[in-house]
């Protein structure tokens, strides 16, 4: 964690939850985050299943949380059968937006063109964009797990210019640590979260790569929160199932906002 960098913490549902436990969710993690005084002190992100985003927005009210959806289409509008817009997920409240998370990249074969494109749209229409990157095991097995990461940020940046995704938080995801238990070192954490800040460095500049979030998203837990959070250039975490649970959800966002304070940020 690193003073000039507010902590981004972000609770992705998946497809869990229904429509009365998703409010239930909402307002625990709302009473969790408000007792332990930690809303305001990071940002705060839950994205919910599509058919819930409205109700849960309405449930987060004017609370800090950004609301947030799990994907968006790289169309703004359209004959595109069963995609949901920038502009839709706008327009229920959403002010943040999950691209390109290994579950798409991997299950459903989305590649870094189509990623740049909803990248790049759902930069233009104003929303935080949480663009995920990471390797699999064999990647890193092979020794390619930096290689692959910084491919995949060229190719999901590509020609933006920085005005467009000055608002970007970079997910790192090693697709290994996702559902699975297990987790990549603190130390492992880091010095991928740095390539990748370099590459930033690369795209844009310094100023840039030292401004832009890096975030952690791979089976992060109340636990290892704050041993991960501590590196330098990790900026909070893109949380799983830990983001069912309320109090896990609300310990996580303890553990960054106390990261944060402890690098002198405030």
């Not at 799990?70 to 703004?76: F, L, M, P, T």
């Not at 798409?104 to 964009?129: C, F, M, N, Q, T």
């Not at 970079?170 to 979260?193: K, N």
Request: net charge negative; charged share 20%.
């Amino acid at each position: 964690m690193h003073a000039q960098r507010r902590p981004f913490v972000g609770g992705n549902w998946k497809m869990n939850s229904d429509l009365a436990s998703g409010v239930e969710l909402t307002d625990a993690v709302l009473a969790s985050l408000a007792e332990g005084g930690l809303e305001g002190r990071i940002d705060a992100a839950v994205f919910p299943p599509f058919p819930y985003l409205f109700t849960v927005g309405r449930t987060l009210g004017h609370s800090n949380v950004l609301l947030g959806g799990q994907d968006c289409s790289a169309e703004a509008s359209g004959a595109f059968t069963g995609q949901v817009s920038v502009g839709m997920l706008a327009d229920v409240g959403c002010r943040s937006v999950i691209i390109g998370h290994s579950e798409r990249r991997h299950g459903l074969g989305e590649d870094d063109e189509l990623l740049h494109e909803k990248l790049a749209i759902a930069s233009e229409a104003g929303l935080v964009a949480v663009l995920c990157v990471g390797e699999t095991l064999s990647e890193r097995d092979d020794g390619r797990a930096e290689a692959v990461v910084a491919h995949q940020m060229r190719g999901c940046f590509g020609t933006l210019k920085p005005e467009t995704v000055d608002r970007v938080v970079v997910a790192y995801e090693p697709v290994w640590a996702i559902g699975t238990g297990r987790t990549a070192s603190p130390e492992d954490a880091q010095r991928m979260h740095s390539s990748i800040r370099a590459v930033l460095g690369q795209l844009y500049d310094s100023r840039f790569a030292a401004k832009a979030r890096v975030i952690y998203g791979g089976s992060v837990n109340a636990k290892n929160a704050r041993a991960i959070f501590d590196q330098p250039d990790v900026d909070g975490g893109l949380i799983g199932g830990a983001s069912l649970k309320a109090d896990d959800f609300a310990s996580i966002c303890r553990a960054a906002a106390e990261a944060w304070t402890a690098s002198g940020g405030h």
